[in-house]
């Protein structure tokens, strides 16, 4: 029901083996998480509120403790880890004011996790400062 009638707009199509989401089997891509990301931030038509809801980098939720404390947080998102397994997907905003969509689906690696959060942190602040 959820895929034919909220997420038939997605690229790609989600494969959940169970309800929850935290199974290996869950297959989703990150063109198809952008879009839903895309959609859910037009739904919502007002960004501040929407950045209220997620947890904020370096201030609030799983971000709290990825990103730098800063009295203006600019990644705003949802995380999603098991073993092998860290993803991050949302939005930032730039210096310059703009705001990306962002999806990182990190699977099968074997460096340590934080070696992963570390580079994903590095990327948003890079985009963060420059874009």
Known sequence: YIQ??????????????????????DLVTP???IKL???IYKE???????????????MSGTL???YPKTDQ???F???GSLANIHNQSGYVLTKKGKTFLFSFLNNNFVSPTSDVRKE???IMTYIHEKY
């Not at 690229?11 to 989401?21: T, V």
Request: overall charge positive; proline content about 7%; cysteine-free.
């Open 77 to 79: 998102g949802k995380t």
């Open 64 to 66: 709290k403790n990825a």
């Open 44 to 58: 919502v038509n007002d960004p501040k509120r929407l950045f209220n809801m997620l947890p904020a980098g370096g």
């Open 120 to 122: 994903m942190v590095r």
């Open 31 to 33: 063109r198809s998480v």
């Open 73 to 75: 947080p600019f990644v």
């Open 37 to 39: 990301l895309d959609m």
């Open 4 to 25: 034919k009638e909220y997420l038939s707009a997605l690229p790609d199509k989600f494969i959940w083996a169970d309800g929850s989401g935290l199974s290996r089997y």
